[in-house]
């Protein structure tokens, strides 16, 4: 349990500083970089080393609670939620995405135009279906709120998600243009 609550506490904080960034990197895209400078690293520094941490530590969780379902002989849920598969797919493909979302904005990857104007979407969706349908579960997991609370939650963050999605695609395409 120590380990759940250990992640839950790594996907707040990840989720606080992503949602940050997306937000922040939408502004500044829409605004074709005139309303806010374009400047200061430590943010996206931060989320690499929470992102990190927060994907060993999942990945880990995710071994250690199927390695204790078959030494129990627990049945295990063949039919996840859709949620719950959303959530490990999203997990999943973040990984390599977020390596070519920081190649991309490094410089140190200059894909074909095709591959440019279509990856950088696809990560931005992919993020927010994860933190979308993630939010509310570290606070379950932490034992923070109520029913009431974690419902409400979800259709905050499902609707600031889904928001800064739009934001971030509309802004990206108005700043490569």
């Not at 199927?66 to 493909?93: D, F, W, Y």
């Not at 606070?139 to 998600?161: M, Q």
Request: hydrophobic content about 55%; overall charge positive; glycine content about 6%.
């Amino acid at each position: 349990m120590i380990l759940r609550k250990t992640n839950a506490v790594l996907s707040l904080i990840t989720t606080i500083l992503l949602l940050g960034h997306a937000i922040s990197i939408a502004i500044w895209m829409l605004s074709r970089g005139n309303i806010i400078p374009f400047g200061g690293h430590t943010l996206p520094k931060a989320l690499v080393v929470f992102f990190v941490a927060h994907a060993i530590m999942s990945i880990i969780v995710l071994i250690t609670s199927r390695k204790a379902e078959k030494n129990n002989n627990v049945k295990s849920h063949s039919k996840l939620n859709v949620q719950t598969k959303i959530q490990r797919i999203s997990g999943i493909l973040l990984i390599p995405f977020t390596f070519l979302h920081i190649a991309g904005a490094k410089g140190i990857m200059t894909p074909p135009q095709f591959v440019h104007a279509v990856v950088p979407a696809v990560f931005f969706i992919i993020t927010m279906a994860h933190i979308s349908v993630s939010g509310s579960k570290p606070f379950i997991t932490l034992g923070i709120g109520s029913a009431k609370f974690i419902k409400c939650a979800d259709i905050a963050i499902k609707a600031i998600c889904t928001i800064t999605v739009i934001a971030d695609i509309i802004g990206f395409y108005l700043h490569v243009c």
